[in-house]
């Protein structure tokens, strides 16, 4: 006879589980006292809010392909956990939040801290549900699992009674983790598509999604080469493919580049690959006709409920992403001088940022940056204009990461790159935040020194809320209000957390400080002295203000 907490640890193990993130509440001490006896098995990572910890389940789900776990109480530790759950969402990754309730002969009165959370997250989570007795844990432990990594991936919700968490139970925790294989294009499929490349003149692959195993993109990026056929990267999955590659041709998304929207809207037929045509990617839905794009659309995913959700394609596969590329290796096509272009306009983007007027330049930090970073670094980044540095101007080789989030969370760099740096404490990270950024999670710290996890993290400080000051100064041309911030001293924070800490004043301070950062056994916060001005790499507020590009 187990308890019920014991028995939802047991299943958790069994099903391969060794990080959970959280903060502790009384409504799941059975879990916790569960979680204690096997903590030698599985780290239990002591976060300082529940957001924080929600946003690390995310991104541990997005880096690893399995499920991050995420356990909090009820009410507030509920509602402050669902930045996570929305981020997942929308990043398609898998992800568990386990949920404190109160216990079921006090539900509906609206007790202390009550929630209905079938109501709370049924909009946002794959499955939402509340485990009504302690010997059927193992069957939702299971099917949350499974949920969660299948089809579109995403986060599931699970109600935790605090009456059956103590109830006993004498059922046998899950020992099956359900390995769900991808669905495969048919023979039919693969000839029709084919057969609509033969006739393609401006053929663009646009490939977007997480969990691409190294396997599928190896044949992707071997199809688009000996094809040569432009690739471009949905909204956030720059990582996912070889930049470095010749065919690899840029991002759509936030700062779309000019020359990528007309890729977009002048192809003549367009591979979409495990993606979702979410806003950024679309730039507001304005690239493609909705629902019937003008170019040809050939749409994969493993989710048939994506197929047709927005646009309605010309041919629809349901196929998981490495599946389809793995028999795409077999079709062939030609496109050298259309490619050609698409990725001299890449390079070119790449090469000519102007010098930035501040007084450190992040034009030249990034070069900088793309000289020194080892080939497997992980970047982080939460939202904020200071995101186009890290999502436009760092290259990302075949081992290199970068965890951002599609759902614009402020404050997911840092606990992205925690929980990145407690699943490869061998690798560099390195957190981009701004200094508005920095603030919504900054008190994360602690967990990371904590739990001996300490990235490097540069804040790109600018005194502003970039992106909303440049949408002010857009709109209503110089009535700044609410936009401006004043910060603590974020040197002496960082050291108060036990990380080596520098202010960078000047561009020329950046390379040695950076060495120092890198050498630091603490982790190190480099503290960047940004002006306002330069608010993003090609316009400067006064440029904005007054409508000029």
Sequence with gaps: MKSGGQLLVDCL?????????????????????????????????????????????????????????????????????????????????????????????????????????????????????????????????????STAISGRPGPVVIALPEDKLTTMSSASPVTNQVLVHEPAATAEAVQQVKEMLSTAERPLLLYGGCHWSAEGMNCLQQFAEASRMPVVSAFRYIDQFDNFSSVYSGEAGVGMYPYVKQLISTADLILAINVRFGEMTTDGYSLLNVPEPSQTLIHVHASDTEIGKIYQPDLGIQAGPNAFAKALVAVKGDWQVWCNDARSAYEEAIANVPQQPSPVDMTAV?????????????????????????????????????????????????PAAIAAKIEHPDRTVICFAGDGDFQMNCQELATAMQADAQPVVLVINNGIYGTIRAHQEKHYPARVFGTTMESPDFVALARAYGFYAQRVNTTAEFADAFDRAMASDSGALLDLNIAAEAITPFQTIESVRSGRD
């Excluded at 109480?73 to 568990?96: E, F, K, L, W, Y």
């Excluded at 980044?381 to 989030?405: E, S």
């Design 13 to 145: 193990v069994e099903l391969g589980s060794t990080t959970t993130f959280g903060v502790p509440g009384e409504s799941y001490l059975a879990v916790l006292d569960g979680l204690y006896e096997v903590r030698e098995q599985v780290k239990f990572v002591l976060c300082r809010n529940e957001g924080g910890a929600a946003l690390m389940a995310a991104a541990y789900g997005k880096l690893t392909g399995l499920p991050g776990l995420c356990l909090v109480t009820r009410g507030p530790g509920a509602t402050n956990a669902s930045i996570g759950v929305h981020t997942a969402a929308q990043d398609s990754v898998p992800m568990i939040l386990f949920v404190g309730q109160v216990a079921t002969h006090m539900q509906g009165r609206e007790a202390f801290q009550e929630l209905d959370y079938r109501a709370v997250f049924g909009s946002v989570a794959k499955w939402v549900t509340q485990i009504d007795s302690a010997d059927r844990i193992p069957e939702v432990i299971a099917r949350a699992w």
């Design 366 to 414: 990034c070069k900088h940056l793309r000289s020194v970073l080892p080939d497997d670094a992980i970047i982080t980044n939460g939202a904020g204009n200071f995101t186009v540095w890290p999502g436009k101007f760092i290259q990302y080789g075949r081992a290199a990461r970068l965890l951002a989030p599609q759902s614009g969370a402020m404050g997911y760099g840092l």
